[in-house]
């Protein structure tokens, strides 16, 4: 699957964000190691504390449906600007990729790329 197929899949995961505070839609599309996707969005809450970003929902809904192995991540906002994982999300993503080789395909200074985890989070925390 082409970065850009994956990043479509995100692109349309933003149509279902829940997000009347910061009203910034963002989608995420996780592809597994047997050939699934799993998309998800972000879900806000008035506890802000309380929001999930769209790349968590995507993976907790692939884990709790019993897939634990990804291969790639693309994420998305819905006016297509640039929107890397935030730090939470990169280390729950780490969780799952114990050896940072998932790649993640987002917009960064207006220009798709996908690039290996451990380029946006070495060192990620385990124990
Ligand atoms: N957000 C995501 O969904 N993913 C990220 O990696 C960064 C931020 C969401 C959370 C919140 O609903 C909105 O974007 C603004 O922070």
């Known amino acids: 699957m082409t970065k850009e197929e994956l990043y479509a899949q995100a692109l349309e ?20 190691k047997k050939g699934l996707i799993f998309k998800g969005c972000n ?11 769209a790349e968590r929902t995507a993976v907790f809904k692939a884990v709790s449906e019993g897939y634990t192995e990804f291969s790639k991540i693309a994420i998305a906002e819905s006016n297509e600007g640039d929107c ?3 730090g939470f999300c990169r280390q729950v993503l780490s969780e799952f990729s114990k050896d940072g ?6 917009k960064i200074n207006g220009d798709l790329v996908e690039m290996p985890l451990k380029e946006l989070l070495p060192y990620s925390f385990t124990f």
């Open 101 to 106: 080789s998932i790649l993640v395909i987002c």
């Open 13 to 32: 995961a933003t149509k279902f964000s829940y997000s009347p505070y910061s009203k910034f839609k963002v989608g995420a599309a996780l592809l597994t």
């Open 84 to 86: 890397t994982p935030c």
């Open 43 to 53: 879900v806000e809450n008035a506890s802000y504390g309380g929001t999930i970003c």
